[in-house]
């Protein structure tokens, strides 16, 4: 496993949900919700920064047969958009189906309302890293596709 604080990124046309890993990559928790729009990129660049990330994960939506659609166009432009501001470090798609019904699913019970509106973003980031983060483990490959070469894979 690689070291360092990796960031997941959950990016809704709304809202972007974003998770942070402990430096030894091995748990994913909530960071922030960002609202979507002018200014995020900026915003999402500030939080690598000031988590001194070596690298950050984007949930690529997906169909359960695994085929990309319109959000999926939409979620790629966006993270090349993210890893121009951010290169060099490392930016990756990783598939994220069924992470929003995932955490969703999590917090029925516990979260209502607009409080769930604005957590489940976030932890539909936690469910995308921390699969990252596993699949990493378990491979003992950097997951998912590199959308920034400039540092090894």
Same mark, same amino acid.
């Given at each position: 496993? +690689?070291?360092?604080?990796?960031?997941?990124?959950?990016v809704g046309d709304v809202r972007?949900?974003? $998770? +942070? #890993?402990? &430096? #030894?990559? !091995?748990?994913?928790? *909530?960071?922030?919700?960002?609202?979507?729009?002018?200014?995020? !990129?900026?915003?999402?660049?500030?939080?690598?920064?000031?988590?001194?990330?070596? =690298? %950050?994960?984007?949930?690529? &939506?997906?169909?359960?047969?695994?085929? =990309?659609?319109?959000?999926?166009?939409? %979620? +790629? !432009?966006?993270?090349?958009? /993210? $890893?121009?501001?951010?290169? &060099? /470090? &490392?930016?990756?798609?990783?598939?994220?189906? !069924?992470?929003?019904?995932?955490?969703?699913?999590?917090?029925?019970?516990?979260?209502?309302?607009?409080? +769930?509106?604005? %957590?489940?973003?976030?932890?539909?980031?936690?469910?995308?890293?921390?699969?990252?983060?596993?699949?990493?483990?378990?491979?003992?490959?950097? *997951?998912?596709?590199?959308?920034?070469?400039?540092?090894?894979?």
């Amino acid at each position: 496993m +690689r070291p360092g604080v990796r960031l997941g990124v959950d990016v809704g046309d709304v809202r972007i949900g974003v $998770a +942070r #890993s402990d &430096p #030894s990559g !091995l748990i994913a928790t *909530p960071l922030q919700t960002v609202a979507r729009g002018r200014g995020d !990129l900026a915003r999402l660049r500030g939080l690598a920064l000031a988590e001194d990330a070596v =690298e %950050v994960v984007v949930g690529l &939506p997906r169909s359960l047969s695994g085929r =990309e659609g319109p959000s999926a166009a939409k %979620v +790629r !432009l966006f993270a090349v958009r /993210l $890893a121009e501001v951010l290169s &060099p /470090l &490392p930016v990756r798609l990783c598939d994220e189906r !069924l992470s929003t019904v995932s955490a969703d699913a999590a917090l029925r019970g516990r979260v209502r309302g607009r409080a +769930r509106r604005a %957590v489940v973003d976030q932890a539909a980031a936690v469910v995308i890293l921390q699969n990252a983060l596993d699949t990493e483990r378990g491979t003992g490959a950097a *997951p998912g596709e590199l959308l920034c070469t400039s540092t090894q894979d």
